[in-house]
């Protein structure tokens, strides 16, 4: 290992805040220093670190439920991390920059790590990029780390995988959304939170979601990110549910799939330069391109 990079892990180790986000970067660019971090990830701290997916439409409140988790969870002396899938733009994404705004007061608290990620502009990678800076918060010492994402696309979903448990998170006014998301994301969530509890159509909501969760085996929980009502119960519910969920070993295997979905996405990507410069060698023209790319896998493989 290079001295710049035990130099670099030791000050992740120190929670430096720039370590942390330096030591995100060389392995998210694909650095050739990004193995030996990786490797070092290996570690304890990492294994005994609660990874918490937070998902559901945009606009259900998930960021200011996350910032009303990290107080609760601070106050109970926890240091935490965030991860945040961003399906925009990093430098032009209103909701980016939402998060960023609602996320400061946070910000000079040096037991808070906030990391955000596109999604736009990714050819892939994005189970691989987010693993890992979940790691490399676990390893600065955060006993939490919350992975938030927007529940709409594939690559959300992968994410969603990558997390211990996860709650998904609905709130009244967004019923369209809120209807696309029952069916498939329910079977893929540990628990369902109610948002806005205090805006009007709450109740009704939070009974159908009640419903939906007792049918399924799962709990619901009904919060409100902005005057605070639910949240203890959310946060403590969620930290005992991991538990159970580890105790029955169901973390262990849920790691073993993440880390399979992690290998996947760092196999394509590795691969992708050399597929590409195979399918410029061979200038494939014309025809089905499904049966080029077989051609090309062929050629490849020979
Ligand atoms: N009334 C009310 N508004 C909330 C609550 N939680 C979030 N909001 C508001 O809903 C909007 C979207 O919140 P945000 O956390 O960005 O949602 P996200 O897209 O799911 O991350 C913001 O204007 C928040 O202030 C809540 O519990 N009650
Ligand atoms: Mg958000």
């Given at each position: 290992m290079t001295a710049e990079i035990q130099t670099l892990l030791a000050e992740v180790r120190a929670r430096s805040p720039r370590a942390i986000g330096r030591?995100?970067?060389?392995?998210?660019?694909?650095?050739?220093?990004?193995?030996e971090i990786l490797e070092a990830l290996e570690h304890p701290s990492v294994e005994e670190a609660i990874v918490l997916g937070v998902t559901g439409p945009g606009g259900a409140g998930k960021s200011t439920l996350t910032q009303a988790l990290i107080t609760h969870y601070r106050a109970a002396g926890r240091r935490?991390?965030?991860?945040?899938?961003?399906?925009s733009s990093s430098v032009s994404g209103g909701a980016l920059l939402g998060d960023r705004i609602r996320m400061m007061r946070h910000a000079v608290d040096?037991?808070?790590?906030?990391?955000?990620?596109?999604?736009?502009?990714r050819t892939g990678g994005l189970c691989a990029a987010a693993g890992a800076a979940v790691r490399v918060m676990a390893y600065s010492g955060c006993g939490i780390v919350v992975l938030e994402t927007v529940g709409v696309g594939q690559a959300d979903l992968q994410v969603v995988g990558l997390a211990d448990l996860t709650a998904l998170v609905v709130a009244p006014g967004l019923g369209d959304d809120v209807q696309a998301m029952k069916a498939g994301l329910i079977e893929?969530?540990?628990?369902?939170?109610?948002n806005k509890a205090d805006?009007?159509?709450?109740?009704?909501?939070?009974?159908?979601?009640?419903?939906l969760a007792e049918a399924s085996g799962r709990?619901?929980?009904?919060?409100?990110a902005v005057d605070g009502r639910g949240v203890p119960e959310l946060a403590d519910g969620l930290v005992a549910?991991?538990?159970?969920?580890?105790?029955?070993?169901?973390?262990a295997e849920r790691r073993r799939n993440a880390r399979y979905a992690e290998v996947i996405d760092w196999a394509l990507e590795l691969l992708r330069p050399e597929v590409v410069s195979w399918v410029e060698a061979l200038h494939p023209r014309g025809?089905?391109?499904?049966?080029?790319?077989?051609?090309?896998?062929?050629?490849?493989?020979s």
């Amino acid at each position: 290992m290079t001295a710049e990079i035990q130099t670099l892990l030791a000050e992740v180790r120190a929670r430096s805040p720039r370590a942390i986000g330096r030591a995100i970067s060389i392995v998210e660019d694909g650095d050739p220093a990004a193995g030996e971090i990786l490797e070092a990830l290996e570690h304890p701290s990492v294994e005994e670190a609660i990874v918490l997916g937070v998902t559901g439409p945009g606009g259900a409140g998930k960021s200011t439920l996350t910032q009303a988790l990290i107080t609760h969870y601070r106050a109970a002396g926890r240091r935490v991390g965030v991860v945040a899938i961003d399906p925009s733009s990093s430098v032009s994404g209103g909701a980016l920059l939402g998060d960023r705004i609602r996320m400061m007061r946070h910000a000079v608290d040096e037991d808070v790590v906030i990391r955000s990620m596109a999604t736009r502009g990714r050819t892939g990678g994005l189970c691989a990029a987010a693993g890992a800076a979940v790691r490399v918060m676990a390893y600065s010492g955060c006993g939490i780390v919350v992975l938030e994402t927007v529940g709409v696309g594939q690559a959300d979903l992968q994410v969603v995988g990558l997390a211990d448990l996860t709650a998904l998170v609905v709130a009244p006014g967004l019923g369209d959304d809120v209807q696309a998301m029952k069916a498939g994301l329910i079977e893929l969530v540990d628990a369902i939170v109610v948002n806005k509890a205090d805006q009007p159509g709450a109740d009704a909501v939070a009974a159908l979601m009640q419903a939906l969760a007792e049918a399924s085996g799962r709990k619901a929980y009904c919060t409100s990110a902005v005057d605070g009502r639910g949240v203890p119960e959310l946060a403590d519910g969620l930290v005992a549910l991991y538990e159970a969920l580890r105790e029955g070993g169901r973390v262990a295997e849920r790691r073993r799939n993440a880390r399979y979905a992690e290998v996947i996405d760092w196999a394509l990507e590795l691969l992708r330069p050399e597929v590409v410069s195979w399918v410029e060698a061979l200038h494939p023209r014309g025809g089905d391109p499904r049966a080029l790319a077989r051609a090309v896998i062929a050629k490849m493989r020979s």
